[in-house]
Each structure stands twice: as structure tokens, then as C-alpha cells.
């Protein structure tokens, strides 16, 4: 199946500074969302993202929905130990019905003290 | 919280006995999803639900039933396990907007 890219696959960040991280994909899509998960644990939405340039922000994370809709990125600004965790980007085509998210392949984040 | 539970947490089992996994939500929402997560493969679906007795195949549903008899229970049927089946089990719904979904905390399977 259809995996979005997503990259870099890992980062080794100090406390304190910014991080970016994008996702690319070959086809369009209708909603960008954002993950974070940690060991043991499902998923956790971050920020969802549904019209092209729509650019979001929660608290130190900053998401973009590209204008050609194949593109994301989110920025997480002033790293923080607790930010440590592998992000997912995902994409819907459809809203409003049952559609299905095709996943990127996660970017892990490590951040050193 | 997406008021998502998921049973049991860790399971293992031999090959070939059958496994059930619950999905349990507090939301009322009418669409379900069963997904694994496997090392190099990311999140992957393997059956959906559009409403109670409504569902479909994902992109990894070979092995893999379900049911949903209430709108609060989807249930993940292994008929007969197998190796190939070790993985952590995600269940989800659709948030309000339609768009986003939100994730239980998984049940770990391990087939010996």
C-alpha cells in the first residue's frame, strides 16, 4: 500500500532548539493530520490541517497544509524533553465518510538535555 | 481522550487458535477502524466500519474479520493465528470534523 514520505527519518535535537520535519506525497489529499506517538501508546493528534495553505498552530507546533495539497510540514518550536516521540504525518482523501488515512513513515525525535 | 478502550492490552497465543480483540467507544461515532502497526510498515488498515453490521476491507484484510453488532463495539476476529500476526493492534474513530482520527491505545499480540 501507499506510504507517504516523510523525513528526516530521525532527529537528534538539543533541548531548546527548533525542529522541522515535512511529508511528501505523490497524490493529493483533503486533510493533513499530525501524530505523536510515544512507547506503548497509540497515536495522539496534534494538529489537523483541511484546506491547502491553511497554515495551524498548537501551542509549539506549527503545521502547513501545502498549496499543491501533496505537502506538510510541522515545526516544533523551543524543544523540550517531553517532545521526544515519533511523529506521523497522514493523509485523508475523503471527509465525511469512513475514508481511510494513508501514513507516513515517521520521523523519530530524540532530544538531548 | 477519545473515550477508546481497547481488550485485552497484551495477548499471546498459539498458532492456529482463534483470537478476538475489542474495540470499545464512550463517543457514539458511527465510523470504526482496526489498524496493525509493524516496524517498517507503519499503520497499516485492515478493516473498517461504516455503521453497526456495516463494514469493509482495508488494505491488509487477508486473515482478519470483523463485527459490529452495537455502534460502541468493533471486535477483531484472528480465525486462526498465525506468526505473521504478532503485532500491535490499533483501534480508532472519526472525530466530529470527518476528517481526523483519533486512536485507542493498542492491544500488543503475539503469536507463538
Known amino acids: 500500500g501507499q506510504q507517504l514520505n516523510q523525513s528526516p527519518q530521525s532527529m537528534f535535537i538539543q533541548e531548546g532548539e527548533d525542529v522541522s520535519m515535512n511529508c511528501t506525497s505523490s497524490?493529493?489529499?483533503?486533510?493533513w493530520l499530525w501524530y505523536k506517538q510515544e512507547p506503548g501508546e497509540g497515536p495522539v493528534l496534534l494538529i489537523a490541517?483541511?484546506?491547502?495553505?491553511e497554515l495551524t498552530s498548537n501551542g509549539r507546533l506549527t503545521a502547513q497544509f501545502g498549496i499543491t495539497r501533496k505537502d506538510s510540514f510541522l515545526n516544533i518550536s523551543a524543544s523540550i524533553p517531553s517532545d521526544v516521540g515519533i511523529y506521523f504525518c497522514?493523509?485523508?482523501?475523503?471527509?465525511?465518510?469512513?475514508?481511510?488515512?494513508?501514513f507516513g513513515t515517521g520521523t523519530r525525535l530524540q532530544v538531548t538535555l | 481522550d477519545a473515550g477508546i478502550t481497547q481488550s485485552p492490552r497484551h495477548k499471546v497465543t498459539e498458532t492456529g487458535t482463534p483470537v478476538t480483540l475489542r474495540c470499545h467507544q464512550t463517543?457514539?461515532?458511527?465510523?470504526m477502524y482496526w489498524y496493525r502497526q509493524d516496524p517498517g510498515h507503519g499503520l497499516r488498515l485492515i478493516h473498517y466500519?461504516?455503521?453497526?453490521?456495516?463494514?469493509d476491507k482495508g488494505e491488509v484484510s487477508d486473515g482478519y474479520s470483523v463485527s459490529r453488532s452495537k455502534t460502541e463495539d468493533f471486535l477483531l476476529t484472528l480465525e486462526s493465528a498465525t506468526s505473521s500476526q504478532t503485532s500491535v493492534y490499533f483501534c480508532?474513530?472519526?472525530?466530529?470534523?470527518?476528517?481526523?482520527?483519533?486512536f485507542g491505545p493498542g492491544t500488543r499480540l503475539t503469536v507463538t
Open positions: 497522514a493523509g485523508q482523501l475523503n471527509t465525511g465518510t469512513a475514508s481511510k488515512l494513508t
Open positions: 497524490s493529493i489529499f483533503n486533510t
Open positions: 490541517l483541511y484546506k491547502a495553505g
Open positions: 463517543e457514539n461515532h458511527r465510523y
Open positions: 466500519s461504516y455503521g453497526v453490521k456495516d463494514t
Open positions: 480508532a474513530i472519526t472525530g466530529l470534523q470527518g476528517g481526523e482520527q483519533y
